[in-house]
C-alpha cells in the first residue's frame, strides 16, 4: 500500500534541546523581551522551557485553531483565545511549535500587533520550507515536509491516523506495521498501547 503521509515522531528531550537552541539563539542576538507570548496549543511547551531557559517571568498565550486532529486543518487561522495581557511598548517574543505554511503565525503577528507593542520577534523549534511568513529565530529548519507528532500530540495524532487505517488493525502489532507503512513513523509499544487505552472505539 502506497504511503499516504510521511511523519516523524518528535521525542520530548529533542524537544528540549531545541529549546535550549532556540534560547541560546534569542540571548546570542541580544534581544530581551519583556514577555513572551506562547501560540495554544503547540507553543505552549516550547515558550515555557524557553522562559525557564531566558529567566522570564512574564508568559501569556493566544489560541489560533488552524490544524485540527491529525493533519487535517480548516481553511483559515482563527483566533479562539485573544491576548489577555497588555503588551503596549514592550518587547515580545513570540514563540510557537514549528513555523509550517505561516498562517496561524501570520495571524498571531496581525493580532499581536493590535496591541502596540514596541518589537515583535518570532521562535519556533522547526521552520519548514513550505513557510511563506520568515521567522527571527529557528532551531532545526525542515526541507523535505512531513508532518511532526510532538509529544504532547501523540494521543491526537496516532489516534487520528489509526480511525483512517481500513480496515481496522486488529493487533499493537499490527497497527504498528502499517503505521510505519503508510506515515513512515515507528510509534513505540508502549506509547501505542496508550493511545489505545484513551480511544473511543
Known amino acids: 500500500m502506497a504511503q499516504a503521509m510521511r511523519c516523524e515522531l518528535i521525542t520530548w528531550s529533542e524537544v528540549q534541546r531545541l529549546c535550549l537552541q532556540l534560547a541560546r539563539l534569542v540571548r546570542e542576538s541580544d534581544y530581551r523581551p519583556a514577555v513572551v507570548v506562547a501560540i495554544g496549543r503547540g507553543g505552549l511547551?516550547?515558550?515555557?522551557?524557553?522562559?525557564?531557559?531566558?529567566?522570564?517571568?512574564?508568559?501569556?498565550?493566544?489560541?489560533?485553531?488552524?490544524?485540527?486532529?491529525?493533519?487535517?486543518?480548516?481553511?483559515?487561522?482563527?483566533?479562539?483565545?485573544?491576548?489577555?495581557?497588555?503588551i503596549e511598548g514592550l518587547d515580545v517574543l513570540l514563540i510557537?511549535?514549528?513555523?509550517?505554511?505561516?498562517?496561524?503565525?501570520?495571524?498571531?503577528l496581525q493580532h499581536l500587533?493590535?496591541?502596540?507593542?514596541?518589537?515583535?520577534?518570532?521562535?519556533?523549534?522547526?521552520?519548514?520550507?513550505t513557510t511563506?511568513?520568515?521567522?527571527?529565530?529557528?532551531?532545526?529548519?525542515?526541507?523535505?515536509?512531513?508532518?511532526?507528532?510532538?509529544?504532547?500530540?501523540?494521543?491526537?495524532?496516532?489516534?487520528?491516523?489509526?480511525?483512517h487505517l481500513s480496515p481496522t488493525p486488529g493487533?499493537?502489532?499490527?497497527?504498528?506495521?502499517?503505521?510505519?507503512?503508510q506515515f513512515g513513523v515507528r510509534v513505540p509499544r508502549r506509547s501505542l498501547a496508550a493511545v489505545y487505552a484513551f480511544m473511543d472505539r
Open 45 to 86: 511547551v516550547p515558550a515555557r522551557l524557553v522562559c525557564d531557559y531566558l529567566d522570564i517571568m512574564a508568559l501569556a498565550t493566544i489560541r489560533i485553531e488552524h490544524y485540527l486532529a491529525g493533519s487535517s486543518k480548516q481553511a483559515h487561522a482563527v483566533i479562539r483565545y485573544p491576548l489577555c495581557t497588555g
Open 96 to 108: 510557537d511549535d514549528v513555523n509550517d505554511g505561516g498562517d496561524t503565525l501570520e495571524t498571531a
Open 113 to 129: 500587533q493590535s496591541f502596540s507593542p514596541r518589537r515583535i520577534k518570532t521562535a519556533v523549534m522547526h521552520k519548514k520550507a
Open 132 to 163: 511563506h511568513v520568515a521567522v527571527d529565530y529557528y532551531a532545526k529548519k525542515i526541507i523535505k515536509w512531513r508532518w511532526l507528532i510532538y509529544p504532547w500530540a501523540v494521543q491526537e495524532d496516532i489516534s487520528s491516523f489509526l480511525q
Open 171 to 181: 493487533s499493537l502489532e499490527e497497527a504498528q506495521q502499517r503505521l510505519a507503512e
